[in-house]
C-alpha cells in the first residue's frame, strides 16, 4: 500500500532563518506531488505541484520554492522565512496516471511558527 | 476557471440530527468533485469522490453525497450526526481538462453538540 510522510511535525523558526520541509511517498512510482499551505478559514492555498523529476509549477509568487530531486521526495524550501509563512503545511499525491479523477492523499502536516 | 464555494463555516448539529453541508462549484465543463474531512493537526482524509458515474455517492462513515448538475452542487449529507464527526469538511474539485490542479473551498467546521 501507498503511504505518504510528512516531516517534521513542528516546527519554530525565527524571522530570516532558512527552512527546508520534506515529503516522501512509498507504495508508487512517478505520482503527482503537492505542497499546500493552510491558513485558518481559508481553505487550502496550492503553493507547488511537480508531475516528475525536476519539474515544478509554482502557483503562488513568494519566498518559498520547492525541488524534486527524486521521483517520490518533494522537498520546500526557504532562504529567509517571514513571519506571514506561518502555517499549516500539508504535503499530498495522486497517482501520475494523466487524469486528476483520482482523489488526493495527504501527509499528517507540518504546523510552522515563525517568532 | 473552477472555483468551489462551501457556504456556512460553521455548522452546528444536535447528536443525532441530519448533518447538510453546501458545496457548489462553477465549471464549464462536468468537474469530478471530491469531500474530504480534517481533524484537529492531522491531513485531509477523503469522505468520498464523484467521477461521473453514480450522482449518488457514498462514503464512508456514513456520509454521502449528491451530484446535481442543474443546480452545480455536491451536498455532504449524514442522517444521524455522532460526536466524532465533529471536524473540518473540505469540498474539492479537479479539472477533468487536463491540468493536475486541485481548487478547494474554504472548509465548513462541523460541531456536534452532546
Known amino acids: 500500500s501507498q503511504t505518504i510522510h510528512q516531516w517534521p511535525a513542528t516546527l519554530v523558526q525565527p524571522v530570516g532563518s532558512p527552512l527546508s520541509l520534506e515529503c516522501t511517498v512509498e507504495g508508487t512510482s512517478n505520482p503527482n506531488l503537492y505542497w499546500y499551505r493552510q491558513a485558518a478559514g481559508r481553505g487550502l492555498q496550492l503553493l507547488f505541484y511537480?508531475?516528475?523529476?525536476?519539474?515544478i509549477s509554482s502557483e503562488v509568487p513568494q519566498n518559498l520554492s520547492a525541488s524534486r530531486p527524486q521521483d517520490r521526495q518533494f522537498i520546500l524550501s526557504s532562504k529567509k522565512l517571514l513571519l506571514s509563512d506561518s502555517g499549516f503545511y500539508l504535503c499530498?499525491?495522486?497517482?501520475?496516471?494523466?487524469?486528476?479523477?483520482?482523489?488526493?492523499?495527504f501527509g499528517d502536516g507540518t504546523r510552522l511558527s515563525i517568532l | 476557471a473552477q472555483s468551489v464555494t462551501q457556504l456556512g463555516s460553521h455548522v452546528s448539529v444536535s447528536e443525532g440530527a441530519l448533518v447538510l453541508l453546501r458545496c457548489n462549484y462553477s465549471?464549464?465543463?462536468?468537474?469530478?468533485l471530491f469531500w474530504y474531512v480534517q481533524y484537529p493537526n492531522q491531513g485531509l482524509q477523503l469522505l468520498l469522490k464523484?467521477?461521473?458515474?453514480?450522482?449518488l455517492v457514498k462514503g464512508i462513515n456514513g456520509f454521502e453525497a449528491e451530484f446535481k448538475k442543474s443546480e452545480t452542487s455536491f451536498h455532504l449529507t449524514k442522517p444521524s450526526a455522532h460526536m466524532s464527526d465533529a471536524a473540518e469538511y473540505f469540498c474539492a474539485v479537479s479539472d477533468p481538462t487536463g491540468t493536475y490542479k486541485y481548487i478547494f473551498g474554504t472548509g465548513t467546521r462541523l460541531k456536534v453538540l452532546a
Open positions: 511537480s508531475v516528475g523529476i525536476g519539474q
Open positions: 465549471s464549464s465543463v462536468p468537474p469530478y
Open positions: 464523484y467521477t461521473s458515474a453514480a450522482t
Open positions: 499530498a499525491w495522486t497517482p501520475g496516471t494523466g487524469m486528476n479523477n483520482q482523489p488526493q492523499h
